[in-house]
């Protein structure tokens, strides 16, 4: 319901721009705790767009740190040492990158994966990780919350739902106890590092609880969040109990970044389906108990650093190792894959169609060599039984493709099943005429990128399922279904046989984009837009908060020279519902935008707006019945003058499609009669032109002429009430509030003078006016 107060008195004016004046300068002050003071004595606001830094620091939060942190016994001594090496990460080079440019300095919050004994001193490894680099600030975890947290409800739950391997998912209510503390842990350690200034930057399906976690303790902490990993359809996504509560935790970010924009629509569909939230295209206001903010979806496939490959492929160690490989396989094709040990990477089923290829094609036989790498993403002790499972079935599977084309100097699968090293990964790359990159779901998956760098000046072919997000990205690739042996064998053969023109062009698509799109260009896109989002956010804050305290000093003041009010209630609902409700008091009323209008008193008449012209209602009745019948959940709202099209109850995705196809249609009807078409929340209205709440306030303020209010409160939620904020924006005594409630879409774009939290406070308000 919308509502509008009307006070007369002698003259607050005066006192009406004290308080809006104080508002604004709690505003100004509000502005200048943003301006951020550098250790370089430079300074940064995020008002000025052009500011070479984008923000002073960023606090990268991830469930791994890019270390490899090991406890190993002295040579001749009982002692033992913590060895710390690294390992490549394209988040960590994006950064080294933008160091001293877009940012001043960044900080790395995650686990380092320890396997470390109780009696260890965790001191000692801190220090030693921090000797390795001071850019890293390790969180670490004990057995049971590694056991829960991450083998239990991150590996066997998160990881297998998001990428599709439904057989495989566990769930289990301990281990999402585990998953809200290990998140709950990150916030606290990262509130104590943060700074104002500081912007934090999380990754990944392991802290999804994280961003709503800091917003909660931190309002004005700007966040970011990238999803590395699919987001899955809302049909599996809804199979997790805790669905609700990781959804909202995202939402705690200003910024959420995805590698598709197949993972953006259908984390944007489970939002609407779970949580009841509308997204507009840039993404999704929430409004929550702690605060209003908009989060902005965005697509932002990550890339590598060609750099290091570059630099290894001219290494002298390298070449050699190239050369020497050329000379085991002279007269051979090679056809290379690598991939983690995990059921998402469909090597059993690649095994089979390079066995079916030979079986099929015998020409192929002593001509043709399948390199597949198979890298153990845990120690041999503590693999699953599913990746148990799985080194049989591809132990099994190479021994007996072996065993049935192979001869004594020669195999036709070469199997290598280990961590094999950044020189030998580049000198396989820069070999191999083809590469297999053909997992049943991915993320992104840079193997093709980093296959593609390698071949720089061979031009080989890049064969890649088209269920990863690589897919979207690399045109040159010849894309598969990995789940059609047949796709992928005549992919296979295709590539093998391809012209070398053909090899060239696809190539220089692939190696354009690479090129491009690096993990630096990545990085630089993301924190550019949260640092726009989080500086537009400011900047819509400019809509001051309601001044209570003045409002009620205000309504005293007045009460005690002249104590006539007129309250009248402004509404787009019916005229049965408002006299239902409210009918028996002797307050003004509107009903449906305007069309109806009641004077203030007891038993007035209603009056109708003589302009209106109903001969388009029976069209539209005809058609918005229709849509009714087809589409399930919806209904008609017939009003005495509008009607409107409600379909909140009815399945999202189809509705709004449906919505779409009512517009297109109303659109028409609207060419020959005079209306007006007003989409809101899960809802369309038809309403004759020129019909609106701004009108009611006109006609309201045309009878007061003899007698000009000197004080006016108009409070209102919707956007249609912006016509009545409009309206008295040229007017002195008109003190507009804009009420943040129910997600409503640009709330802070608004014609009003302040805004309010939400509709208790309203309440809370006129409850305290009421006892003055």
Excluded at 597 to 603: A, E, L, S
């Amino acid at each position: 319901m919308k509502s509008g107060t009307i006070q007369s008195n002698t003259n607050l004016l005066k006192t009406t721009l004290e308080m809006i004046n104080n508002t604004n300068n709690d505003y100004k002050d509000n502005i200048k705790n943003h301006v951020i003071n550098t250790n370089h004595g430079k300074t940064f606001n995020p008002l000025v767009q052009d500011s070479n830094l984008f923000c002073k620091r960023i606090i990268i939060a991830s469930n791994s740190l890019p270390v490899n942190v090991q406890r190993e016994k002295e040579e001749d001594s009982d002692q033992f040492k913590i060895n710390v090496t690294r390992e490549p990460f394209p988040i960590e080079s994006a950064l080294f990158n933008l160091l001293g440019k877009e940012i001043e300095d960044y900080l790395w919050v995650g686990w380092p994966h320890c396997n470390l004994n109780e009696e260890d001193d965790l001191d000692v490894v801190r220090d030693a990780i921090n000797k390795e680099e001071p850019h890293f600030y390790p969180i670490f975890l004990d057995n049971k919350s590694i056991t829960n947290y991450y083998k239990g409800f991150c590996k066997i739950g998160l990881w297998q739902l998001l990428h599709y391997q439904m057989n495989h998912v566990r769930l289990d209510m301990e281990w999402w106890d585990s998953y809200v503390q290990v998140n709950q842990l990150f916030a606290d350690h990262i509130g104590k590092l943060w700074r104002p200034g500081d912007f934090v930057w999380v990754h990944d399906y392991h802290l999804m609880l994280l961003p709503v976690l800091l917003r909660e303790k931190y309002p004005s902490i700007p966040i970011g969040f990238f999803f590395h990993a699919p987001f899955p359809s809302y049909e599996l996504f809804r199979i997790l109990p805790s669905r609700k509560e990781l959804l909202n935790g995202i939402l705690g970010s200003n910024l959420i970044g995805f590698q598709s924009f197949e993972y953006l629509r259908h984390f944007r569909s489970s939002c609407a389906r779970l949580l009841d939230l509308e997204a507009e295209p840039k993404g999704i206001e929430v409004v929550t108990d702690h605060q209003f903010h908009f989060v902005k979806l965005q697509v932002y496939p990550v890339g590598v650093d060609f750099s290091d490959f570059v630099k290894s492929l001219g290494t002298a160690s390298v070449i050699a190792r190239v050369e020497k490989l050329k000379t085991i396989f002279e007269g051979k094709k090679v056809v290379f894959a690598r991939d983690r040990l995990d059921s998402i990477e469909g090597v059993p089923r690649k095994l089979q169609v390079i066995e079916g290829l030979l079986k099929n094609y015998p020409e192929w036989r002593g001509k043709l060599v399948f390199i597949q790498i198979y890298e153990p993403t845990t120690e041999l002790c503590n693999e699953s039984e599913e990746q148990k499972k799985l080194h049989r079935t591809v132990n099994e599977t190479v021994g007996r493709i072996n065993g049935e084309y192979g001869t004594l100097d020669f195999n036709p699968i070469e199997y290598i099943n280990r961590v094999v090293s950044f020189e030998e990964i580049s000198a396989l790359y820069k070999l191999a005429d083809v590469a297999l990159v053909t997992p049943v779901r991915d993320g992104m998956n840079l193997t093709s990128h980093e296959y593609v760098v390698c071949q720089k000046d061979s031009h080989g072919v890049l064969i890649l399922s088209e269920f990863t997000g690589a897919a979207r990205c690399l045109g040159g690739a010849i894309i598969v279904n990995p789940f059609s042996k047949k796709e992928m064998t005549d992919a296979i053969l295709e590539a093998l046989q391809m012209t070398s023109k053909d090899r060239k062009l696809k190539h220089q698509i692939n190696y354009n984009y690479v090129m491009a799109n690096t993990s630096e260009f990545w990085a630089k896109r993301f924190l550019y837009d949260l640092h726009e989002v989080v500086r537009e956010d400011i900047e819509n804050s400019s809509v001051p908060h309601l001044n209570i305290p003045a409002i009620k000093k205000s309504f005293a003041e007045a009460r005690g020279k002249h104590p006539r009010n007129e309250i009248y209630i402004i509404s787009g609902r019916d005229r049965a519902s408002l006299e239902g409700w409210l009918g028996k008091l002797p307050v003004g009323m509107s009903c449906e935008h305007g069309g109806l209008f009641r004077p203030t008193g007891i038993d007035q008449q209603w009056i109708e707006n003589s302009k209106i012209d109903l001969s388009w209602k029976e069209t539209v009745v005809n058609i918005m019945q229709d849509f009714e019948d087809r589409t399930p959940g919806s209904f008609v709202e017939h009003k005495q003058i509008n009607l409107t099209w409600h379909y909140r109850n009815a399945d999202p995705d189809f509705s709004e499609f449906q919505a779409k196809e009512l517009m297109a249609q109303l659109h028409a009807v609207a060419n020959k009669y005079p209306l007006d078409i007003l989409v809101g929340k899960k809802a369309i209205e038809v309403k004759p032109i020129g019909i609106n709440k701004g009108g009611i306030i006109k006609l309201i303020l045309s009878k007061s002429d003899h007698e000009k209010p000197d004080f006016i409160l108009c409070i209102g939620d919707d956007k249609t009430d912006e016509d009545m904020f409009k309206e008295l924006t040229s007017v002195d005594a008109g003190y507009t509030v804009k009420v943040l409630s129910d997600g409503a879409k640009d709330q802070m774009n608004t014609y009003a003078k302040s805004y309010i939290e939400n509709s208790n406070e309203v309440i809370q308000l006129l409850n305290e006016l009421s006892k003055m």
